[in-house]
């Protein structure tokens, strides 16, 4: 990573250079989130070593979402190991949309991935726990030592997510008849949709993915959040799967394994590096912030995250030994 004044100023270009996009929309399938200030727009990025550099409204707390599959996915590679979570779960893109059913049916009613909603709720069944209380405090408990911090339910978003999950509901029935799950669907349904409505800022997004480019060691507290077994895992999963169908031009444009989530954040992971976290509700139709993904194109180039690039030793390119 460059210099930490270099980081700063990259961040408040990226930030002052796509803060005047209003193309997209902000998501309305869930009420609560149809609420969401258009303007908003914050950047954060974490290096391996705890700096933080951030740019606009890095401290607007809004609800994960999606982006709480790969942190969940995490947790419960952790705690089952790396073959359980690939023969239960799966890590192919599926080409569909997040919420498809076709997906499901498709593959002989296996889950393809964890980043989609039926791999993501498959997955949190399978968090340790007795009951699912206690598998929701597991999942927050878990996510808050990734972002270093306590995180906490935002209530409204919860209810309104609830009020209007049938299709997850269906989905997670139909995983169900498949055994494909868990325990009650139905709770698996409630406790993923409580993970999806943990509030987080950019910040937060910024140090959970700069644990996972640590090797699992989050770098503003200095604990040790998963193994560095389950980070490779994880990031492997994201850079296939992390921006749904469009994963494929992500990783060709960008280079970094990320994750989307539908009220507008979006993190990127740099292993050994560091990650970047964004927010901006407005929206693409695949569900995947437009500014958050412009800026982290940007950081990308910028910083030299890609995860492709190379530079060649310029002695061995002239032919020496």
Not at 21 to 26: I, L
Not at 213 to 233: E, F, L, Q
Request: proline share 4%; with cysteine.
């Amino acid at each position: 990573m460059p210099s930490g004044d270099r980081i700063k100023t990259i961040v408040a270009y990226a930030h002052e250079s796509y803060s005047e996009h209003e193309g997209g929309q902000v998501a309305d399938y869930i009420p609560q989130l149809a609420n969401a200030d258009p303007s908003m727009f914050g950047i954060t990025v974490a290096d391996a070593s705890g700096g933080l550099y951030s740019a606009g409204d890095a401290d607007v707390e809004f609800s994960i979402q999606s982006i709480s599959k790969a942190f969940v996915y995490a947790l419960v590679g952790e705690a089952l190991g790396h073959n359980v979570v690939r023969e239960h779960i799966g890590v192919n893109n599926t080409g569909l949309s997040f919420n498809s059913v076709m997906a499901i049916e498709l593959n002989e009613g296996h889950p393809m991935n964890p980043m989609v909603n039926a791999g993501a709720i498959a997955t949190t069944s399978f968090m340790p726990g007795d009951t699912p209380a206690e598998q929701w405090e597991n999942i927050r408990t878990g996510m808050s030592r990734f972002a270093g911090r306590s995180i906490e339910l935002d209530g409204a978003v919860y209810r309104s997510e609830i009020a209007n999950n049938q299709r997850n509901k269906a989905l997670a029935g139909l995983l169900e008849s498949y055994h494909q799950i868990t325990g009650n669907p139905m709770d698996a349904v409630d406790v993923y949709t409580r993970q999806c409505s943990l509030l987080v800022t950019t910040r937060d997004l910024a140090v959970m993915g700069a644990t996972l480019a640590a090797g699992g060691i989050n770098p503003v507290t200095g604990k040790r959040v998963i193994s560095a077994d389950v980070c490779r895992d994880t990031l492997a999963v994201l850079a296939s799967t992390g921006l749904y169908e469009r994963s494929g031009d992500w990783l060709f444009e960008v280079g970094l394994p990320a994750k989307s989530g539908v009220s507008g954040g979006i993190v990127a992971i740099a292993p050994g590096k560091g990650a970047i976290g964004t927010f901006s509700p407005l929206l693409d139709s695949a569900g995947n912030s437009i500014r958050g993904q412009q800026a982290t194109a940007h950081l990308s180039r910028a910083l030299g995250l890609n995860v492709f690039a190379s530079n060649v030793d310029s002695a061995r390119s002239n032919g020496d030994d």
